[in-house]
């Protein structure tokens, strides 16, 4: 079946700029996660759905983010206001939300900021 | 707050050597992941270890979990070229925080040489 879809695959913007990144999870996933991997940080939890509950969104590094999932299942990740630093990989993940469950990647969002 | 540490960071391999990846982690996981990412690529699930004690084992890969020593190991057997990526290990936080995101180690990358 279709795994997790991500788009943009690439996204350059200039500084200042908002950005929208998109995550389509596998159907029937009622858990969602963004993460982002830069060289310097290595691989950081951002964001986190699960089904109709808050999202903990313990992880987002500045009030410039912010994420929603519509409907229970597309995600789309906000960045107001971009900033270098903000140049990373932003990973989607998807499980079917029960512990123990493995988290699904998304091939990825490749943002620069220019 | 949980931390995990691979090592070691880099590693480079003789074809048809057994090697071990090392992945320790600082508070109580009930769970913990492995993951494989080629270059430029997502990462992709190998292994959920979900008890002490755990082992499992997928081709030339072995992977194991300590929980008392709060260590997992993913063992290498006769290394082929195809196995070089960077290897990621990942707790989940049992306490605090999300009950849902993973940390991540920072990696350890192999490059298996003929």
């Known amino acids: 079946g279709a795994g997790v879809s991500q788009s943009p695959s690439n996204k350059v913007t200039e500084k200042g700029k908002d950005v929208e990144l998109r995550c389509d999870p596998i159907?029937?996933?009622?858990?969602l996660y963004w993460y982002r991997q830069s060289l310097g940080q290595g691989l950081e939890f951002l964001i986190y759905f699960q089904g109709n509950s808050a999202p903990d969104k313990s992880g987002l590094p500045s009030d410039r983010f912010s994420a929603e999932r519509t409907g229970g299942s597309v995600s789309t990740l906000t960045i107001q206001r971009t900033q270098q630093e903000d140049s990373a990989v932003y990973l989607c993940a998807s499980s079917r939300g029960l512990p123990g469950e493995t988290q699904y990647f998304g091939p990825g969002t490749r943002l620069l900021v220019l | 707050e949980l931390k995990v540490e691979q090592n070691p960071l880099f590693l480079s391999m003789q074809e048809g050597k057994n090697y071990t990846i090392y992945c320790n982690y600082s508070?109580?996981?009930?769970?913990l992941y492995w993951y494989r990412q080629d270059p430029g690529k997502s990462l992709e699930s190998l292994f959920v270890?979900?008890?002490?004690?755990a082992v499992k084992q997928e081709g030339r890969l072995m992977a194991s979990l300590d929980t008392k020593a709060r260590l997992s190991t993913l063992h290498i057997t006769a290394a082929v070229h195809d196995l070089s990526a960077t290897y990621f290990c990942a707790g989940a936080p049992q306490y605090g925080g999300s009950q849902g995101n993973l940390i991540f180690g920072k990696g350890t990358k192999l490059s298996v040489k003929p």
């Open positions: 508070t109580t996981s009930d769970r």
């Open positions: 159907s029937g996933h009622t858990a």
């Open positions: 270890l979900l008890s002490n004690g």
